[in-house]
Nanobody, 127 residues
Framework: QVQLAEAGGGLVQAGGSLRVSCAASGGAFRVLHLGWFRQAPGKDREFVAS????????????LYDDSVKGRFTISRDNVKNMVYLQMSSLKSEDTAVYYC????????????????WGQGTQVTVSS
């Protein structure tokens, strides 16, 4: 069973940057596909970014929602069992609870396809 724990959320001004991180334990981290979703008050949970296990894959390894493309970067550290989301040029509409997710078989945009979820970390962008 994989456990995920997010950290690094907080309050930041519009235009600023913030990095949220997620520590994974209890599973074979190296072979997991990882991602981030977010949920703003009164809105559905939405896909932010994902990064696949490389596993000899030569194609694209990351996916981003169009709303964050060019502003957010997802990365992983397979030694530390960590996944990161570096956010820059933040906007008020980025305010949400950010969830770390993991899957042994999927790295797309559908939330229901991820088996493992963290508890979430709040990111608030003030305008």
């Amino acid at each position: 069973q994989v456990q995920l724990a997010e950290a690094g959320g907080g309050l930041v001004q519009a235009g600023g940057s913030l990095r949220v991180s997620c520590a994974a334990s209890g599973g074979a981290f190296r072979v997991l596909h990882l991602g981030w979703f977010r949920q703003a008050p009164g809105k559905d949970r939405e896909f932010v970014a994902s990064i696949r296990w490389s596993g000899g894959w030569s194609g694209r390894s990351t996916l981003y929602d169009d709303s964050v493309k060019g502003r957010f970067t997802i990365s992983r550290d397979n030694v530390k069992n960590m996944v990161y989301l570096q956010m820059s040029s933040l906007k008020s509409e980025d305010t949400a609870v950010y969830y770390c997710v993991a899957s042994s078989a999927y790295y797309g945009r559908v939330s229901a396809s991820y088996e493992y979820w963290g508890q979430g970390t709040q990111v608030t962008v003030s305008s």
